[in-house]
Structures are given as structure tokens and as C-alpha cells.
């Protein structure tokens, strides 16, 4: 597959994918990515929203077919998820679609429950025996 697009945006002026140079810029800053990283990227961008194959992105990352077994692809995208995650914590880019493949979308990460502790229950008092009163006879001084 030829590419013959400048530059491709993933989330207009804040990430984009030169696939030229095979750079990432991020806020117009270049970033570190693996030429391995910018073709997932890439593809992915290039097929927004649209729910690619493992396969795919094998082949079009590493041009020959995938291996059986092989995890390559579910490595580069946990590795693209964590560099994307450190300059966008608030958003989400890369979806899985479990035994299908992998989307890109853009969107805000949700925000998390607001954190309160687990309801417990009040704490019940058992008591097994009188408590020791030593003014008070005992049973057998009693009887």
C-alpha cells in the first residue's frame, strides 16, 4: 500500500503521523516512536474507525504474514497504547475488539467513579459472657 498523504492526523494539532520521515509529532514536538510503532499508527489512521485484523496490521507493519501464534502485533499496540497514554492521560486511542482486531478512535478517557470507600456494614458486638466484675460473686460461690 502506497502512501501519498503528508502527514496523517490522528487528533488534529496534537498528534500526527508523517509517514515520509515515519515521525510522530505530538503537539508539533517530533517524538520517539519505533518505525515499527509509526506503521501500526499509520495504518491504523489511515482505517479510523474502522475495526482492523491482527493480520492486517501485521502485514502491512512487517510486510509478510503473520506467524501463527505470533503476539507481535498485541506487543507494538500495548507499546503505542502506553507512549500515548503519557502525553494524552485524558484520552483514549486505541480500542480492542477481542478475537476481531484493534480500532482507532479518539476519545476522552471517562472519568473515574468518584472513589468513596465500600459501604460496611456496622460492626456488631457479640458477647459470650459477662464481662468480669469482680465485686460480683460467682456462679459457684453462689450455689
Known amino acids: 500500500m502506497a502512501i501519498t498523504a503528508e502527514s496523517v ?13 515515519h515521525v510522530v509529532r505530538v503537539r508539533g514536538q517530533v517524538e520517539r ?18 475495526v482492523i485484523s491482527r493480520e492486517q496490521l501485521f502485514e502491512y507493519a512487517w510486510e509478510q504474514p503473520l506467524a501463527e501464534g505470533s503476539r507481535s502485533v498485541d506487543v507494538y499496540v500495548r507499546r503505542l497504547r502506553s507512549k500515548l497514554a503519557r502525553f494524552f492521560p485524558e484520552w483514549t486511542f486505541i480500542h480492542t475488539h477481542f478475537g476481531i ?43
Open 33 to 50: 516512536f519505533t518505525r515499527l510503532e509509526v506503521r501500526v499508527l499509520l495504518y491504523l489512521a489511515l482505517h479510523r474507525d474502522r
Open 9 to 21: 492526523a490522528v487528533l488534529p494539532g496534537a498528534l500526527e503521523v508523517f509517514p515520509g520521515e
Open 101 to 143: 482486531g484493534y480500532r482507532l478512535a479518539p476519545e476522552p478517557t471517562p472519568a473515574p467513579a468518584a472513589s468513596r470507600p465500600p459501604a460496611r456494614s456496622p460492626r456488631r458486638r457479640v458477647v459470650l459472657a459477662a464481662p468480669y466484675d469482680p465485686k460480683r460473686p460467682s456462679t459457684e460461690e453462689t450455689q
